[in-house]
């Protein structure tokens, strides 16, 4: 039996009712408008199976918005469909702990070798890449990608996801933003003036997308936490060219090198924020050496886009768990939940508590919004009692408007961490690569010396609804 791949997961996704089939798209703006406009637009918003797509193969397919639902989330993570949101951080907390990195076992053939080309044989402009959105500056076959590196000293593999853009048949734009595992692997590469080896797999299972867009600790490879969170190891072949591991299933796949200062104008690309950060700028390329891929590939593709996106469900669940993780962590009672607004990307960060102390919402909302997870994008941090679900954007808002008071609730904290694509930086900042903006803490709780006074909140209690529902519950439908 052989590990699960994209083409398992296809088949889960349509089970489940949620898989579209879309033929005849153009990969010039229409399989990016369809994709938008399925996620941000649709309550149900499928998984997106592009086939016959202009100019392709007939087979030769891409996918789109693989994750943007709940359960396909849930089933991503391996976790159990069903969980409601406001539960599965915790679920995923309690799953998260018992996961040991399980390393990956190699094969000598798989899927992905079953068609092989070198040299002028390489043309990668047959494969579906869309141009996303309509200021973007090329073909981005990378989205949902993985980018597997090793580190020269230390011998370390990561995987890590990082846009690549269509430069040639066989030259392919990589950009790695500053910090990333795979850029720090790149420049110990190149102060040595040597080229870096590079694997690039442009579709596989998503289970792989998402362990290697995650941020997981440095010296962790990818591929064994893919693996403990499987259950059992992800299987690849040693690329013929570099020795990079490559998954045995991977639809498309590529072996090359980064060389030192040679680069290719790239971008722009329109990003997660919503906007575009960044200009046209010279970047690296991957100089394509061998190109594989599977009969009729598959691309799995990711299209950034304005808050929800696809990615909001799995990156929300993972990086509220690590912020409860880190507020127990530093010894912040009776947190109740975390959550980012949904139309916030990670901006709105809301934490509730039951309070036990004077100071103890100002302490969890300094704890939980500098935390690595909370991350360079969060710009407030509200804090509110315990009977508001912080998942619940109208009680949120309704707790801000009614037990807040500006002059005394919020405070401002300068100078805090941001980074490049924040679109709120000034263009002097961009200049000088001041990468830094204020942070709003937003005490939404009743005040903690007079909250027996606070007057009492209107609404039919839990008791109270249970009640009407055993007495009335075939209004409800139930
Ligand atoms: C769809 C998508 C596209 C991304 N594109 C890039 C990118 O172009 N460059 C980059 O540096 N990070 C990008 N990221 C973020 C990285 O994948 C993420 O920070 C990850 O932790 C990097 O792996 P590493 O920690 O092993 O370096 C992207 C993430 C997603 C979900
Ligand atoms: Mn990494």
Known sequence: MSSPDLRDWLRQVDELGQLKIIEGADWNLEIGALTEMFCLQSESRPCLLFDRIKDCQPGWRLVTNSLATLERSAMVLNMPLGVPYAQVE????????????LPAHTLTEGPVL???????DINL?????AIWHEGDGGRYLGTASMVVTRDPDSG???????????????????????????????????????????????????????????????????????????????????GPVTGLPIPADAEI???????????????PFGEYTGYYASAVRDETYIQVEALYHRNQPIVLGSSPMRPPGEYYYVQNTIRQAVILDALEAAGVPDVKAVAHLPGSCL???????????????????????HTRQAGQFCRYVVVVDEDIDVHNEDEVLWAIWTRSDPARSADVVRDCWSQPLDPRLTPEQRETRDYTHSRMIIDATRP???????????????????????????LFGG
Do not use: C
């Not at 072996?255 to 040679?262: H, L, M, S, T």
């Not at 901006?347 to 919004?369: D, E, T």
């Open 253 to 267: 796949a590529i072996e090359g090198y980064v060389e030192p200062g040679k680069v290719l104008s790239e971008g």
């Open 114 to 120: 079953e068609n092989v080309a070198h040299g002028d």
């Open 156 to 238: 370390q593999v990561n995987v890590g996801t990082y846009r690549m853009m269509i430069q040639d048949r066989d030259k392919v734009g990589l950009y790695i933003a500053p910090g990333q595992h795979g850029r720090l692997h790149r420049d110990k590469y190149h102060e040595r003036g040597e080229r870096m080896p590079v694997v690039a797999v442009f579709g596989a299972h998503p289970q792989l997308f998402v362990a290697a867009s995650l941020p997981l600790p440095l010296g962790l490879n990818e591929y064994e936490w893919a693996g403990a969170v499987r259950g059992e190891p992800v299987e690849v072949i040693s």
């Open 125 to 129: 402009t047959r494969f579906p890449a």
């Open 448 to 474: 903690f010396h007079w909250r027996d006074r606070f007057p009492k909140v209107v609404g039919t209690s839990p008791e109270l609804k249970e009640k009407v529902r055993d007495r009335w519950g075939a």
């Open 347 to 369: 901006g709105v960060l809301v934490v509730s508590i039951k309070q036990r102390y004077a100071g103890h919402a100002k302490q969890a909302a300094m704890v939980a919004g």
């Open 90 to 101: 915790q679920e995923w907390r309690r799953r998260v702990k018992g996961l040991r990195p």
